[in-house]
C-alpha cells in the first residue's frame, strides 16, 4: 500500500520497524492470535491457544478420560506431554496398548513429576522444557498437586499462577493446555474456586452414574461453556477391562481400564446436573411419600453440583416444570416425576 508524505510514495509493507518490547505485537498479528482457534479433537474439548480445564469428584474417571484424549490427539500426529503429578498408572497405558494392538506412539510424552508452579525458578524451567519438546498439548494432571504452597480459594495468590500458564500455550499460543482438577467429594472446588471457573476458555465437567440394575458405570462429559463454540451436548463413556501382566508378589493376572466412548442413551436425556439435581428431589419424594423439600445446601453437599452452580440449574428445572420452590426449597413437581422415572440417565 502506498502513502503520499511529503509528495513521495512510501511502502509501508518494506519499512523496517524497531523490535517492538514484549508483549506487544501489531495489529495485525493480534488479530492472528485472536482468531477463533480450532479445536483439534471431534468433541470439541482441546483448543489450540486455549486452556481447558476437566474437572470431577473422585472416582468420576479423570485419570481415564485425561490420558484416553491424549492417546487420541498422539493417534491423530498430534505431539503430547502428559504431566503425571499425581502419578500415572502404568498399566493403564498398557491397557491403552492392548486396546490399539500396538505400541503407543512415541509422541506421548510422559513426565512423571510434580512441578510447583507457584515456585518461578520451577515454573520456569518447566516451561523450558516444554518450549524444547514444542508439543501440541499439554496436560497438568492435576492443577492442586501443582499448586499445593498456594493459598487455598485466594485469588490474589491464584489468579498470578494461572495467568502464568499462558505461558505454556507458546508465544504465538500454537499449544493447548488441558487442566485436570479436583472437587471435593460434596462437590466443591478446592483451590481458586472463583478464578478456575472464569479464567479457562473451556470448561467440564465429569461425572459416572451407575445402573442400579446392571451396575455398568457410565461416565458423563458436561459442557459448563466454549469459547467460540456452542456448548457440547453431553457426551457418554464406557470403560473395556484388559489383562495387563502378572503381578510379581501375588502371581495373579492384573487388569486396568480404558475409558472409550459409548453411545448416547436412547430414552429421556438429562444434562449431567439437571439429572442429578432431580435424582435429588426425587429420593427426597421417595422417602417421604409426599413432595419433599430440599435446600441448595442439601443438593450441593448430595450431588457434587458445585453450590454457586445450584441456582441456574434450579431455574432451568423450575422453568421446565419439573420442580417447584418455595421457602427456599425445591420439590419434585407430577410433571418431573414422571420425566426421571421414564429418563434413562
Same mark, same amino acid.
Given at each position: 500500500?502506498?502513502?503520499?508524505?511529503?509528495?513521495?510514495?512510501?511502502?509501508w509493507r518494506?519499512?523496517?520497524?524497531?523490535? *517492538?518490547?514484549?508483549?506487544?505485537? /501489531?495489529? =495485525?498479528?493480534?488479530?492472528?492470535?485472536?482468531?477463533?482457534?480450532?479445536? @483439534?479433537?471431534?468433541?470439541?474439548?482441546?483448543?489450540?491457544?486455549?486452556?481447558? *480445564?476437566?474437572?470431577?469428584?473422585p472416582?468420576?474417571?479423570?485419570?481415564?478420560w485425561?490420558?484416553?484424549?491424549?492417546?487420541?490427539?498422539v493417534?491423530?500426529?498430534?505431539? $503430547?506431554?502428559?504431566?503425571?503429578?499425581?502419578?500415572?498408572?502404568?498399566?493403564?497405558?498398557i491397557? %491403552?496398548?492392548?486396546?490399539?494392538?500396538?505400541?503407543?506412539?512415541k509422541?506421548?510424552?510422559?513426565?512423571? /513429576?510434580?512441578?510447583?508452579?507457584?515456585?518461578?525458578?520451577?515454573?520456569?524451567?518447566?516451561?523450558?522444557?516444554?518450549?524444547?519438546?514444542?508439543?501440541?498439548?499439554?496436560?497438568?494432571?492435576?492443577?492442586?498437586?501443582?499448586?499445593?504452597?498456594?493459598?487455598?480459594?485466594?485469588?490474589?495468590?491464584m489468579?498470578?499462577?494461572?495467568? /502464568?500458564?499462558?505461558?505454556?500455550?507458546?508465544?504465538?499460543?500454537?499449544?493447548? *493446555?488441558?487442566?485436570?482438577? =479436583? @472437587?471435593?467429594?460434596?462437590?466443591? %472446588?478446592?483451590?481458586?474456586?472463583?478464578?478456575?471457573?472464569?479464567?479457562?476458555?473451556n470448561?467440564?465437567?465429569?461425572?459416572?452414574?451407575?445402573?442400579?440394575?446392571?451396575?455398568k458405570?457410565t461416565?458423563?462429559?458436561?459442557?459448563?461453556?466454549?469459547?467460540?463454540a456452542?456448548?457440547?451436548?453431553?457426551?457418554?463413556?464406557?470403560?473395556?477391562? #484388559?489383562?495387563?501382566?502378572?503381578?510379581?508378589?501375588?502371581?495373579?493376572? $492384573?487388569?486396568?481400564?480404558?475409558?472409550?466412548?459409548a453411545p448416547?442413551?436412547?430414552?429421556?436425556?438429562?444434562?449431567?446436573?439437571?439429572?442429578?439435581?432431580?435424582?435429588?428431589v426425587?429420593?427426597?419424594?421417595?422417602?417421604?411419600?409426599?413432595?419433599?423439600?430440599?435446600?441448595?445446601?442439601?443438593?450441593?453437599?448430595?450431588?457434587?453440583?458445585?453450590?454457586? /452452580?445450584?441456582?441456574?440449574?434450579?431455574?432451568?428445572?423450575?422453568?421446565?416444570?419439573?420442580?417447584?420452590?418455595?421457602?427456599?426449597?425445591? #420439590?419434585i413437581?407430577?410433571?418431573?416425576?414422571?420425566?426421571?422415572?421414564?429418563?434413562v *440417565?
Amino acid at each position: 500500500m502506498l502513502d503520499e508524505v511529503n509528495g513521495k510514495g512510501i511502502d509501508w509493507r518494506a519499512v523496517d520497524l524497531n523490535p *517492538l518490547p514484549e508483549g506487544y505485537v /501489531s495489529a =495485525h498479528d493480534f488479530a492472528l492470535l485472536r482468531a477463533p482457534a480450532t479445536f @483439534l479433537d471431534a468433541d470439541r474439548t482441546v483448543q489450540k491457544g486455549e486452556i481447558t *480445564l476437566l474437572a470431577g469428584q473422585p472416582g468420576a474417571g479423570k485419570s481415564l478420560w485425561a490420558p484416553a484424549k491424549a492417546v487420541e490427539l498422539v493417534l491423530k500426529e498430534f505431539t $503430547v506431554v502428559y504431566l503425571a503429578a499425581e502419578g500415572l498408572n502404568g498399566d493403564r497405558l498398557i491397557a %491403552w496398548e492392548r486396546h490399539l494392538g500396538h505400541e503407543l506412539p512415541k509422541s506421548l510424552i510422559v513426565k512423571e /513429576s510434580i512441578v510447583d508452579f507457584t515456585v518461578p525458578e520451577a515454573f520456569a524451567k518447566f516451561v523450558s522444557e516444554i518450549n524444547t519438546i514444542n508439543p501440541d498439548v499439554v496436560f497438568i494432571d492435576t492443577f492442586a498437586a501443582c499448586t499445593s504452597s498456594a493459598e487455598e480459594d485466594k485469588k490474589a495468590a491464584m489468579q498470578p499462577v494461572f495467568n /502464568s500458564l499462558l505461558s505454556l500455550l507458546g508465544a504465538r499460543r500454537t499449544r493447548a *493446555l488441558v487442566l485436570l482438577h =479436583h @472437587l471435593t467429594k460434596d462437590g466443591k %472446588w478446592e483451590r481458586g474456586s472463583g478464578v478456575l471457573r472464569a479464567s479457562p476458555a473451556n470448561l467440564f465437567y465429569l461425572t459416572v452414574e451407575t445402573n442400579d440394575a446392571t451396575r455398568k458405570r457410565t461416565v458423563r462429559l458436561e459442557s459448563a461453556k466454549q469459547r467460540d463454540a456452542k456448548p457440547n451436548d453431553d457426551q457418554f463413556y464406557e470403560f473395556i477391562e #484388559y489383562q495387563t501382566r502378572i503381578h510379581p508378589d501375588t502371581g495373579l493376572m $492384573v487388569s486396568a481400564p480404558v475409558m472409550v466412548k459409548a453411545p448416547t442413551p436412547e430414552g429421556i436425556i438429562m444434562p449431567g446436573r439437571e439429572r442429578l439435581y432431580m435424582q435429588a428431589v426425587y429420593e427426597a419424594y421417595k422417602q417421604e411419600g409426599v413432595p419433599a423439600g430440599v435446600t441448595r445446601q442439601d443438593i450441593a453437599r448430595d450431588t457434587g453440583i458445585p453450590y454457586n /452452580s445450584v441456582g441456574s440449574v434450579q431455574q432451568s428445572l423450575k422453568g421446565k416444570g419439573w420442580i417447584e420452590v418455595a421457602n427456599s426449597k425445591s #420439590y419434585i413437581t407430577t410433571e418431573g416425576i414422571e420425566v426421571y422415572e421414564n429418563s434413562v *440417565l
